[in-house]
């Protein structure tokens, strides 16, 4: 374990990675293993490797007192003072080697696995930490085997998985085709870290916006929002930060050179590219683009957008299967009801049309206590006189208070009272 081991741990420490200490302590933990098993199981067992040289060491590990109850662990002082010269004390450690003549050739082929082992859960560790940071980005590799409808992609120093969920509806995967994706989970397990992409995600658009459009990278254009049914339609909101640089135009490029290459990278799915608007009925009048907006009515409180378009325009405005008008409701985070002009029209002219009926009609004839049957001038006057003027006097009353008036009898105060209550309810 001389020159070449040196030699193989700076190869292993260049080609994997890994720093020399970490490979330093696995062999040393492995050395300590592999003499416990061929040697004994003690607890007090540590191995010492020469950094230099390669050369191990074994030693027991024994603590200095003046009493010993676990010899395994403990030495007395004139014990220790007889295997180390110099100066010690009680309560010191001392390490007692105990190197055997063959521990070379047993310890490499016990320790083979133990090491390799080691080595693998620090690639592990290594592997976590570099994509752990990379979570929300764009990753690239190849399609490197595909397991009851799971793809598996090569990343280059790992292992990704993309499953169907996160599978585009209409793209078909090939072993050895280069796939990008949205890196959307890292997590460490026992098996190492696990690593789930998603070619459906939202985010993805944005990712591959950014990758595509200098001026979203340098700041200049915000994309304020995503809506997306993945493989058939997305819908994007862009802003600019500084006048004069027309946010829609650059994420279109020249001859659309941008937009198509994004398309193409997400197997044909289109893509409306809108302005964005803090004025939330500019911003709906673009979301829904292609379609021509009459007008936009706003409901604040429950946070409704009532949107009219001309007749010729309401498919196109409501999309195929509603998902125009779905995508334009997620991007703006408003609810959208669309209309036809003549359906508003036709609201607007019954609701004129019971406004002049209820303006212009005959008003009810005010009934009066005359009204009640059997009831004349003298009755209305002395009822008057005991304060009943109306028929909501007359049941306020009631036939006790009918019953007070000079000439009305129970049948009469019952007769009077049932008329009048009547006459007002109906």
């Known amino acids: 374990m001389k020159g070449e081991f040196q030699e193989a741990l700076t190869q292993l420490e260049k080609g994997k990675g890994i720093s020399r200490e970490v490979l330093v302590k696995a062999i040393e933990d492995a050395l300590s293993s592999a003499y416990k098993k061929n040697y004994g199981k003690a607890s007090n067992i540590v191995a010492r490797l020469d950094k230099q040289t390669g050369e191990a060491q074994i030693f027991s590990v024994k603590k200095v007192v003046e009493k010993v109850s676990d010899p395994k662990s403990q030495i007395t002082l004139e014990d220790a003072r007889k295997k180390k010269k110099g100066d010690i004390n009680l309560e010191d450690t001392l390490e007692i080697e105990l190197t055997p003549k063959d521990f070379g050739r047993i310890a490499a082929q016990t320790a083979k696995q133990v090491i390799i082992q080691r080595i693998k ?80 995600y939202p985010e993805m658009v944005r990712k591959l916006f950014e990758m595509e459009v200098p001026e979203i990278y340098e700041g200049i254009v915000e994309i304020k929002a995503v809506s997306r049914e993945p493989g058939a339609r997305s819908k994007i909101a862009v802003y600019s930060k500084e006048k004069g640089v027309d946010a829609v135009g650059a994420c279109v490029g020249m001859r659309g050179m941008r937009v198509q290459a994004i398309i193409k990278e997400l197997g044909g799915e289109k893509i409306d590219i809108t302005q964005y608007s803090d004025d939330p009925v500019t911003f709906i009048t673009n979301a829904l683009n292609p379609a021509q907006i009459s007008q936009v009515i706003l409901d604040e409180s429950k946070k409704t957008a009532t949107v009219i378009v001309p007749d010729n325009q309401l498919s196109l405005a ?41 303006l212009f009609s005959k008003p009810e004839p005010v009934k009066d206590i005359l009204d009640i049957p059997g009831v004349g001038e003298v009755m209305k006057n002395r009822l008057s006189e005991s304060g009943i003027h109306s028929l909501e006097d007359v049941v306020r009353v009631g036939k006790e208070g009918l019953l007070e008036v000079p000439g009305i009898g129970k049948a009469t105060a019952t007769k009077i009272f049932e008329a009048a209550k009547a006459m007002l309810e109906g």
């Not at 996160?166 to 696990?194: C, F, I, T, W």
């Not at 985070?333 to 209309?339: E, G, S, Y």
Request: net charge positive.
């Open 318 to 358: 409501i999309g195929k299967e509603g998902q125009n008008v779905r995508l334009a409701a997620k991007l703006t985070n408003w609810r959208i009801d669309i209309k036809k002009e003549t359906e508003l029209a036709e609201k607007e002219s019954a609701a004129k049309a019971k406004a002049a009926e209820k």
């Open 121 to 200: 859960e620090a690639e592990r560790g290594l592997v976590f930490e570099t994509y752990k940071d990379k979570v929300g980005s764009l990753v690239s590799g190849t399609i490197q085997r595909i397991s009851q409808r799971n793809i598996f992609v090569d990343l280059g120093k790992t292992e990704a998985i993309l499953l169907p969920r996160e599978q585009l509806p209409k793209e078909r995967y090939r072993v050895g085709d280069r796939l990008k994706a949205y890196l959307l989970e890292v997590k460490n397990s026992s098996k190492g870290p696990q690593l789930t992409l998603s070619r459906t």
